[in-house]
């Protein structure tokens, strides 16, 4: 049961282009979502947020956009440099019911070429 | 340094050995968590704490699997008679209650010979 899906395994940009990873989500309860960077040989870092009560956040070059009709969410990076590859993951949680247990999607690698 | 430290960084044991992992979090952070990762996979959710209580439980954590968080500081994982399955990347993270963001350490990487 797979409640959190990445579908695009892999995404190349040319540096200074927009790079948009998108995120798909089953389970209705959720309500605090997030994205993470990761690179080889580290941990997931935290990058931004998002709440169900809003549709947009932004910090700096980041940007994620919620449509909960859609049950949608999608991680802009504007503009795009080659140090921002690296294996990006979408996360969510239902605050509710499970505290800040987060659950995962499988993942997107970006590739920024100079 | 302020961030999760996890020890060790790798882990190479024999199928039937055991193992304990340890985790430090975030000093101001209450809830501790263990999550597992696969190659291609996301990291999978396996239990967490919150102050010294154990709330939940994955039903990824079978009876070999235990952890523990005395007096709500650093986390033990230990994992009994390994086997080939249990090769993975261990991740430590912690977090402050409610909507707040997880904040994980680099992992220990566990290989099953």
């Known amino acids: 049961d797979q409640q959190v899906k990445q579908n695009s395994p892999s995404l190349s940009v040319q540096e200074g282009r927009i790079s948009i990873l998108n995120c798909d989500y089953t389970?209705?309860?959720?309500?605090?979502f997030l994205w993470y960077k990761k690179y080889p040989a580290e941990g997931p870092t935290f990058l931004i947020s998002?709440?169900?009560?809003?549709d947009k956040n932004e910090d700096g070059r980041f940007t994620v956009f919620l449509n909960k009709s859609a049950k949608h969410l999608s991680l802009h990076i504007v503009p795009s440099q080659p140090g921002d590859s690296a294996v990006y993951f979408c996360?969510?949680?239902?605050?509710?019911?499970?505290?800040?247990?987060?659950?995962f999607g499988e993942g997107t690698q970006l590739t920024v070429n100079p | 340094d302020t961030g999760v430290s996890q020890d060790p960084r790798h882990k190479i044991t024999k199928r039937g050995q055991n193992v304990t992992f340890r985790c430090d979090p975030i000093?101001?952070?209450?809830?501790l968590y263990w999550y597992r990762q696969t190659l291609g996979q996301g990291p999978e959710f396996l239990t967490y704490?919150?102050?010294?209580?154990?709330?939940?439980k994955s039903r990824l954590l079978s009876d070999r699997f235990s952890a523990e968080r005395p007096k709500g500081s650093f986390s033990t994982l230990e994992i009994q008679r390994t086997e080939q399955g249990d090769s993975a990347m261990y991740l430590c993270?912690?977090?402050?209650?409610?909507?707040?963001?997880?904040?994980f350490g680099n992992g220990t990487r566990l290989t099953v010979t």
């Open positions: 389970n209705s309860m959720f309500d605090y």
């Open positions: 000093s101001e952070h209450n809830r």
């Open positions: 993270a912690s977090s402050f209650s409610g909507y707040s963001p997880l904040h």
């Open positions: 998002i709440s169900s009560i809003k």
């Open positions: 704490f919150q102050n010294e209580a154990q709330l939940e």
């Open positions: 996360a969510a949680s239902a605050q509710e019911t499970s505290g800040s247990r987060l659950t």
